[in-house]
């Protein structure tokens, strides 16, 4: 399936996708008892907002994206800010059996998946992982926010309708940020033998309208982005239809689903 990460999709998912506050990451490494002697996997790894702050907690991270532009921006950004102990992989949810073969006796602390759960299969996924990691590790699903269209403001609602009207087609998916997705993925998890925790991190942030026009375009398929020539004319519309709505306040709540294999499992 193609999904579009591909161009200047990437550069504006870099720019303007927000990335994971400290405490997030602290969660983390709290829940699964994560140390410097922790290998640890990001599937559906995307431009690295997850991966780079774990990679700064544990001693290497296998970052996996099936999108090369995704991961050439994620190891380009991992440069910049210093990050050595990551190893890029193009790969998808199907892959993961395979990592046995190639971590051999040494188990995963975790597999983080960041925003990325919806284009899987998670229960195949979640089943896969049991044997690869160790006594006390698991699965992370990470959500980070309601997407920008569906929040419970006016700002959002004009934003929605603005660009229904403008794709011609109804904005429903939540990408698994829903409760109804949360419980789906939770159930998964422990039908596949893992003890089930959910926890969240919620915070107050305020975007401006450059972030907004970003935010959207990080999220369209790389075919029905505006062309440069468009782009003006398109966010000069889009800051009209948000103006009225000022200040463009957004509850943010992470949440992260904690599925950690009962140590009989973990071999
Ligand atoms: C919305 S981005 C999330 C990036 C990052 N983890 C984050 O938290 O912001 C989703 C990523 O999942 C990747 N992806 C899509 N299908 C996948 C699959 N089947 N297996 C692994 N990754 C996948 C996409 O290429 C994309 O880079």
Redo the contacts with the bound molecule.
């Keep these: ?1 193609d ?1 579009g ?1 591909r161009g200047e999709v990437v550069d504006f ?1 870099h720019r303007f ?4 506050p400290p405490t997030v990451i602290d969660s983390l490494v709290g829940a699964f008892g994560l140390t410097t002697d922790d290998v640890v996997v ?10 780079l702050p774990i990679a700064e907690r544990v001693r290497s991270v296998v970052a ?4 090369p532009d ?1 991961l050439l921006r994620a190891r380009r950004a991992a440069r910049e800010r210093g990050v050595a102990n990551v190893t890029w992989m193009i ?5 993961i059996p395979t990592l046995g073969a190639l971590i051999g006796d040494r188990r995963l602390g975790v597999v ?5 759960l919806h ?3 998670h229960e195949e996924l979640f089943r896969a992982v049991v044997p690869l990691v160790r006594p006390g590790g698991g699965v992370a699903v ?1 959500t ?1 926010g309601t997407p920008l269209w569906l929040q419970n403001t006016a700002w959002s609602r004009a934003l929605r309708g603005h660009l229904e009207d403008w794709l011609g087609s109804e904005l429903t998916s939540t ?1 698994g940020t829903d409760e109804a997705s949360r419980r789906r993925y939770s159930d998964g998890l422990a039908a596949a033998g893992y003890d089930v925790a959910v926890t969240s991190v919620d915070y107050l942030d305020e975007l401006s309208a450059e972030q907004i026009v970003g935010g959207v375009y990080s ?1 369209l398929p790389v075919d029905r982005l505006p062309s440069p020539e468009q782009r003006p004319r398109f966010a000069e519309r889009l800051c009209h239809v948000l103006q009225p709505h000022r200040p463009f306040t957004e509850q943010v709540q992470v949440t992260m689903l904690i599925g950690r294999v009962h140590v009989s499992a973990a071999r």
């Excluded at 996996?64 to 999108?67: A, F, I, M, S």
């Excluded at 790969?91 to 892959?95: K, N």
């Design positions: 399936m999904l990460f998912y996708r927000r990335g994971y990001d599937l559906g790894c995307g431009t690295g907002q997850l991966t996996v994206d099936p999108e995704m790969g998808a949810d199907t892959d983080t998946i960041g925003q990325a284009w899987m299969d990470v980070n990408c999220a």
